[in-house]
């Protein structure tokens, strides 16, 4: 079955610096892949989507990266603020014929330091 | 803006109770998803939905059932609660765009207690 790795380690820096964050995948070739926020007792907000063609995705501050070699997605935040303190989780679509599944990794919990 | 509403945000539930975990999305969403959320194991797929009464297994879907009689909303029914049903429980609901894909959108998560 397919797996999705996040770093389970907590990821600590400081304020403004650039925070990069990994997520592996095997056994799939997702044809998007997704990055989400959560912060603690809500659900995931969504943030950016990139897709197979796309080497790398843009949003203000964020930057996705997808390389399907090596089945690999980064997130970065660059200029980090500690409000971008939280747990990011990345996802992969499963397609069916007429529906799609969406399969999560465990997430990383950034913390960044005033 | 999109609004997913879980029924609960907290419930305490007796072990061998029925529970009804209640969704309801407000945007004509096609799919509509629950997941539960434990430490260090993530978001793990118990059932999904692509349209009205039809309902697929995700990868944990042992305990649980599902319903959806209507488009905007997507039960989960554990039929006889059990201390290891113990979760955040979060339902999702995205759209179906074909050859595409779409952001899913995340009710604000019940947290349910088995005793």
């Known amino acids: 079955s397919q797996k999705i790795e996040q770093n389970s380690e907590a990821l600590n820096i400081q304020e403004g610096k650039t925070a990069t964050l990994t997520c592996n995948y095997t056994n799939y070739s997702p044809a998007y892949l997704q990055w989400y926020r959560q912060d603690p007792g809500r659900g995931p907000v969504f943030l950016l989507l990139i897709r197979e063609n796309e080497k790398e995705k843009r949003k203000e501050r964020l930057k996705v990266t997808f390389d399907t070699t090596l089945k690999q997605s980064l997130f970065h935040i660059t200029a980090s603020q500690p409000a971008d303190s939280a747990t990011y989780l990345c996802?992969?679509?499963?397609?069916?014929?007429?529906?799609?599944?969406?399969?999560f990794g465990s997430g990383t919990r950034l913390l960044v330091r005033p | 803006d999109v609004k997913v509403t879980q029924s609960s945000r907290y419930l305490v539930k007796r072990t061998g109770e029925k529970v009804f975990l209640e969704c309801v999305q407000d945007?004509?969403?096609?799919?509509m998803f629950w997941y539960r959320q434990d430490p260090g194991l993530g978001l793990r797929l118990i059932y999904f939905s692509y349209d009205v009464k039809m309902k697929e297994k995700g990868d944990i879907p042992e305990g649980y059932s599902v319903s959806r009689e209507k488009k905007e909303r997507f039960s989960l029914i554990l039929e006889s609660a059990s201390t290891n049903q113990t979760s955040m429980y979060l339902c999702?609901?995205?759209?179906?765009?074909?050859?595409?894909?779409?952001?899913?959108?995340f009710g604000q998560g019940t947290r349910l207690t088995v005793v």
């Open positions: 945007m004509d969403h096609e799919n």
């Open positions: 999702a609901s995205s759209l179906i765009v074909p050859g595409s894909n779409t952001e899913a959108f």
């Open positions: 996802a992969l679509d499963m397609t069916m014929d007429s529906s799609y599944k969406l399969i």
